[in-house]
């Protein structure tokens, strides 16, 4: 357990005796509060607020922030006022403990909901005042170190929550120091023989890579030395769970991931940093494609650097990182570093200025959702998103989720351009609104006096921001006018058809609606010009019950899937329905989603026929879809050659092979297809049981067989 004069000991080294006192006060404060509490280890309850002040001190925070952290539990487990915090300190530690306190007294249904209203408060806190996050994120890691004396489920439970929210959090605010072992020790919580396992295997790797490691980190210095650039060269292996997550969204084995380690160069200047970029190239063969200059233009959290992926001494590809020290800490510590005061006033770094702005638009967005849990859920799905970079006719650089469009942008500079944006120029040409936009280029927006804003935007809309400004507007509007433009796009809908919405009987009509889950056509119309409802699915919808009584299927609204609906209609990557299986659609903002009927993801939705309705395949379609199979065989040379030719006789492609080594006898297949339907897969299937040394093959259905569960 760690003392307080350990501590104070630490903070000697940069804080004044007045500045380490009001600590010590903070202490003695809180050692009476939690008098009697005990963690759940048997230590007094005490050592918790001491191990969540020490984790600051690495990243010298100031007196305010180490008192916090010694007082953050006091409102929340001792039922101290806020007002008392205040008047035995000062308002900003008592701002910072009020900041970080789990709300109380909610009178909530699930504790999603009261999870989702502490976050909220958590957010609000940290746009007074950016320390609040800090504070927090300290909090959870030790609470992450000491995790293993919870029962079972809460520790799921938390791990869960700290690798959805906390540590991409922790990484969105730069501080990657504590995003890495948040990462770590959630993955080891949550998946802790896949964590055993993949931890055997790099330090194998470890192992008989050292040689060759240490022969390019010695290349580096040499010529390092001989251009008289001061520098330190350090190997980096990368930390586990971003091993096993490429592993994952790459379906690759261990082996196959070939860059688990990289280099840092650290230098003293900017400048030295682009000529040791220009020393590696000399000594190392560049990739294409693998160099970001992160110095000239720095990452959202403010992180800089420059990447550069080289070949290495034996073939194999390595990554290579140059900063500065300065960019270094940032890099480690984010908002953390460099906590300034400076009479009374702080001087935000980069970080901390970026952070900042990150916040505000939280909270800009906070405004356009009913519920803290809808809030929470956008969050988490946008924290840290690919990036891409923009410039305005100005030279400005506008900063956006990779795969954005101009709408994105427009919105990006100011809500009112997004609402006012009728046309766009990318480099001074003419282009559609719809097009996705690429790092580099300038983006001009064009407007008209009136809005222009259309719910076809969110058809192409990709951020959070945009979306959300988007159906705010739309939701705004009254409902007439609501109404007006949800006939008039489902008038569009149905003439593409061949079909006038005032030539439908009524009491078919009526019945499709009700089929459909809406009351009344009005209310219909309302939600197809409020975005909610996608007025070329809706129309096709009601085609399909109108032409039921001239169809086989059974009574209910039916779907027809063609597959030339573009990107109303898309697939379930989770199931991935192919034709012949029996399939029902999901209604979401973005359009249609089909699953299958088996599929796990669509059983909260199935009885909710505003939600989901049945739909069917098409008799001829003419497309291709992707199906996962497994086969197991007992191995021996030229097998995979032999399945490959099997499969491309066919007529079908092969999307993606993984290869798995089961035993020394046995080997595993796990491949994606381009089939038409079932027959065709089936089909295949049945030639490929027939080859010699096969021993078992099925289609893999669910999301979950799909992960990978064997490391070498």
Known sequence: MESIEALSKKLSDYLKPSQIEQVHKAYEFAHEAHSGQFRTNGDPYVSHPIAVANILSSFHMDEDSLSAAMLHDVIEDCGVPKRIIEEKFNKNVADLVDGVSKLDQLDMASSAEVDAENFQKMILAMSNDMRVIVVKLADRLHNMRTIEFLEKDKQK????????IYAPLAHRIGMNHVYRELEDRSFKVLYPTRYRRLRVALKKNRGNQKRLLNKIKRALEKKLVDQG???????REKHTYSVYRKMKINKRSFEEIIDVSAFKVIVDNADNCYKTLGVVHNIFKPIEGRFKDYISIPKSNGYQSIHTGVIGLDGQPIEIQIKTSDMNEMAENGIASHWIYKMGERIETGPQ???????SDLLELRDNFDTSKDFIESVKTNIFPDEIYVFTPEGKIIQLTAGSTAIDFAYAVHTDIGHHCRACRINRKLAPLSVPLESGQTIEILTEKLPQTSPAWLNFAVTSRARNSIRHYLSNLKKSEARKLGKKLLEQSLGSLNVKLRHLQKDKLTEALKAIGVKSLNKLLEEIGLGNRVGNVVARQI???????NSDKNSGLFLEITGTEGLVVNYGNCCKPIPG??????FTSGGLVVHQ????NILPFRQDPAQCFPVYWHEELDREFSADIRIQAYDEPGLLATLASTITNSETNIESVQTLEIDIDHVEFNMTLQVKGRDHLASIMKKIRKLKNISSINRIHDQELREVSTIH
Do not use: M
């Open 229 to 235: 650039i001061p520098a330190y060269v350090e190997g």
């Open 543 to 549: 085609i399909g019950f109108l032409n039921q009584e």
């Open 353 to 359: 200025q970026k952070a900042r702005r990150w916040v």
């Open 597 to 600: 009927e088996r599929c796990k």
């Open 157 to 164: 439970r938390k791990a869960k929550e700290t690798l959805e």
């Open 581 to 586: 299986d029996s399939v029902i659609g999901h």
